[in-house]
């Protein structure tokens, strides 16, 4: 089989739940033990960090990566979804995995695969499991693919784990309120394992500590001591310029306003890592101030270390184009001001805009800058929402603009004629942002 061919075997031929939504997730860690079993258990033979959320989980696991990384470490890194290429989802110190690894992995497991018919995130998941194992990776980041409780990362037992945070999506498969979908993603805490809580409401934050209770799992609420504070930029300053109560100073790459709980949110993964000793002791000084000049490098680095796309990636300038993969109600939370900022900076707003089907469209909407011109599409899935029916929605918002029926052709559009102070913004799903960076980047 040739990479390709496996590639479609893994999404024509498999359950889902990116191609066919809720008929192709399977719930539950029956076939997830079952492969894990056949691969002779190889997530037993590395050590991992733990992480879920609603959003920012995808950054934050990039960021540990990419700390890991720098400081030496053989780091292993398991995301979801990808943007271009399969082999994103699966990193070793920021390299994919070969193509020629995918390929004998399915040529000689086809058999097995065919006689358990496991989804795609559960082969998925076997594969980068038995890749890590194999690279002798000293950690691995794993990204939990969605929920908690019943995702097929759910086997590790990590050195601890991270709840960004919790809020409105995928509500047909985890729950309708934010209790219990805050219950679905508890699911990953172990006895005695930390968990980071990066976020929480007063709707959720009873179920981590009563679930916490229960579990034995050792929690920590990221809000309750802020270790860093966004401070002003100085003039040229690449990226977010943070504070910590450390006395350092640090300058991440990733912006934008949702960034800063997430920083907060390493930040205490970072003080974990120290006091289980895989970063110097912070009695120190003199180790910690050699140290920060790492972990500052590694934030000034995320996308190079690790290979991260999407989140509030600045694609080109003049006209500035943006694109971010946020997709839900929180993202949007952050994202609409964001937009707002910029709108009230540039010469004009022009956002190419699509969502998927299963997504809260007239929540969203309502967060979307006015005056902006818009560009309505789809993304080539199954599960996309009509951009016909998203200038009905859009005008009932006051939100103007022209339909296209592919992403490209409204991308060419909002880039046709647009002036170089303009602000163009593509995005409203993963993969709408994903068919811009293959006809655009």
């Keep these: 089989m040739t990479y390709p061919e496996v590639v479609d075997y893994l999404f024509a031929q498999t359950a889902n739940y990116e191609r066919q939504g809720t008929a192709g997730y399977k719930p539950g860690l029956d076939n997830m033990l079952q492969l894990d079993e056949h691969f002779g258990h190889p997530h037993r033979k590395f050590r991992s960090i733990h992480v879920a959320g609603t959003n920012g989980k995808g950054s934050v696991s990039h960021m540990l990566a990419a700390q890991l990384t720098v400081l030496g470490y053989r780091v292993g890194l398991y995301t979801s979804p990808h943007l271009l290429d399969f082999r994103e989802r699966i990193r ?30 559960e082969i998925a998941t076997a594969m980068a499991f038995k890749y890590f194992a194999e690279q002798d990776v000293d950690i691995a980041v794993v990204e939990v693919g969605l929920g908690g409780r019943l995702d097929s990362t759910n086997i590790i037992t990590p050195i601890f784990s991270i709840i960004t945070n919790v809020s409105s999506d995928h509500t047909q498969l985890l729950g309708s309120t934010l209790v219990e979908i805050a219950t679905e993603k508890a699911g990953i805490m172990k006895k005695d394992v930390t968990t980071i809580i990066g976020e929480a409401t007063p709707e959720t934050r009873p179920v981590f500590e009563a679930i916490g209770k229960v579990t034995g799992a050792k929690l920590v609420f990221a809000e309750d001591n802020v270790i860093t504070t966004l401070v002003e930029p100085k003039p040229g300053d690449r990226g977010q310029r943070y504070k910590s109560v450390y006395g350092m100073t640090y300058t991440c790459e990733l912006t934008g306003a949702f960034q800063v709980k997430n920083m907060n949110t390493v930040a205490h993964a970072l003080v974990v890592l120290m006091n289980l000793g895989y970063i110097c002791s912070c009695e120190n000084p003199r180790n910690l101030q050699n140290i920060a000049k790492e972990l500052n490098a590694a ?43 910029e709108r009230r900076k540039c010469h004009e707003m022009r956002v190419v805009f699509g969502m998927m089907e299963d997504k809260d469209i007239y929540a969203v909407m309502q967060l979307l ?54 602000f163009i913004f593509v995005g409203g799903s993963n993969y709408v942002v994903a068919e811009y960076l293959k006809t655009h980047s």
């Design 299 to 341: 934030f000034m680095n995320v996308t190079r270390l690790t290979g991260l796309m999407g989140r509030w990636q600045k694609v080109s300038e003049k006209p500035t184009v943006v694109c971010d993969t946020g997709h839900n109600l929180g993202a949007w939370e952050y994202l609409g001001k964001e937009l707002e900022k």
């Design 92 to 121: 070793v110190n920021g390299e994919p995995v070969p193509e020629d690894y995918v390929v004998r992995f399915v040529e000689n497991e086809r058999m097995f695969l065919d006689s358990l018919k496991p989804s795609f995130f």
């Design 369 to 422: 800058p006015k005056k902006a011109r818009y560009f309505w599409t789809k993304a080539q899935s199954k599960r996309a929402f009509p951009e016909t029916s998203l200038k009905i929605f859009g005008g009932q918002f006051g939100l103007e603009g022209d339909c296209y029926p592919t992403v490209k052709e409204a991308c060419d559009a909002a880039m046709d004629g647009a002036q170089t102070d303009d």
